[in-house]
Every structure is written in C-alpha cells, then in structure tokens.
C-alpha cells in the first residue's frame, strides 16, 4: 500500500476513520468532552501508539469538531452522531462543484446592496467582499489579505493564496467606487478589511453572507461556490480556459478544465473546417 502523503485528504480521511474505530460511530457530538479524550488516549496508549501518533488523531478529531459546530449553527441541527458529519472535506477534484443562476447572483447582488445600505461600514465591506468574490473568482483568504497598495485604480493586484504567482485583474467600477467609498472610513494604507481581533474580518463576512444567502434563498449554497459561479460565467463569456485559469490563480490548466463541464452554457469550440480544393 502506497505512503499517503501527509495533510492530504486521504491522509485526514484515514485518521478519521481510525478515531472513529476507536470512539465509536454512534457516539454523539455533544457528548464528546474531555473525559472522552482521556479514555481515547488510554486506549491507544493501551495499543502501543506513540503519543506523536495520538497527537496527530486528536488534532484530527479537534478539526472535525469545529466544523461541525460551525455546520450545526448553520443547519440547526442536533444530536447528530459523529460519523454523520462529513468533517473532513476531500480535495475540491472529487467534489462537484455548484453555482449559481444569473438569477440567483442577481438576488444575491441585490440582499448584499440592500443589507449595506441599511447597515454600517462593516455592511458595506461585506458587499463589497461578495462582489470581489462573484466578479474576480477570488478564494475568501485572498479577498481578507487585500491591501489598498494592491489597487490601482480599477487594477487589483491578487496575491495567491495558494501555489501559483500573484494576478490582476481589471475591476468593474461600480467595485471601485463602493471600495472607494469605504476607503475614506480607513487608513489609506494596511488592509482594506482589518480586525482588530484577527486582523481579518473573517467573523464579521461570514454572518453577512449568512444573512444575504438566506434573504436571496439560497442558504445550500457556500461562499466558495461564488468562485465556481464566476469561474463558470467567465467559460460562459468566451474566456479562454488559459485566461481563466491566470484569473483563479490555478497552477495548471487541469484544474480550470472542470468548469467548463458545469458552465450553465458552455459549448465546446468547434473544428478547424478546412477548405480543401
């Protein structure tokens, strides 16, 4: 059997399920505590693993915890075995990815314009954080850590988050102008969307967009999948799968391939028809 690699999701999978063998399928989420722990790590100290093993499955099992209690604020659900909780997420090749209609982006455009003029500044970074990500494919880490030297007026400057070299990319200007807006409210330097706390208004975004989701009906649908949806429309418009893929950031073509399967309508080019005599 082939060493899997660490930190991939067929690693995380693989202690997953290993803590699940030794807690138990059924067992509850609410009812894991420190008592469990301790009886988790007796059991595999019983069994000989070493404590660097058992640290990795608790951090594991830690992880799953957190995003189910952040799933189960969102769905309001309880009592919910662990094994019911699809905690560890496999690597975005295996999952289908959603988008959304351009009715759909219109509702939303429209909950998130409605919302920030009824509300402060932290409303109207939170619209322009949805329309970042609907109009650049931008992934929401990249989006926080923009910086106001990364604009130039309608040029933004991307840093990538993950592998792969830093993009621009011209923006709409209504985009600028509701950044502009903001601006003001600001230091002229550091973050466009700072925190005190965390230095990134994570907390704050993400109950906006639950907010906004929910007022334009569409609360199955992930903040992520705004990346797929402009991804998709940006197939749809005629981009070349090259373009789109220095848009996203993507380190190969292989990975902006999917989205032409899921573009709403997408059609292949066709043949090179020569004129033969």
Known sequence: MARL???SARWRGDIYRQVLRVLGSDVLIEEINMGTLDRYVN????????????????SILRHSLRLAARWKMETKLTQFRLADWTTLRESDSARKAVFLTAEQVAAVIDAARDRASRGGLNERQGEAVIRLALETGAR??????LEWEDLEGSILRIRTEKHGPDRSIKLPESTVL???????SRLSQGLMFPSD??????DGIRRFWYAVRKAAKVEH???????HTAASEMLRRGLLLREVQYVLGHS?????ERYAHFAPTFRP??????QVP
């Open 5 to 7: 690699r660490p930190r």
């Open 43 to 58: 059991r595999r100290r019983a069994e000989k693993k070493a404590y660097s093993t058992i640290n990795r499955e608790i």
């Open 140 to 145: 929401i880490g990249e989006i926080l850590a």
């Open 178 to 184: 509701l950044l502009w807006g903001f601006r003001k």
């Open 197 to 202: 706390r965390t230095g990134y208004e994570r």
């Open 221 to 227: 649908i992930r903040f992520h999948d705004l990346r």
């Open 252 to 256: 190969s073509a292989r990975m902006t």
């Open 269 to 274: 080019p066709s043949a090179i028809e020569w």
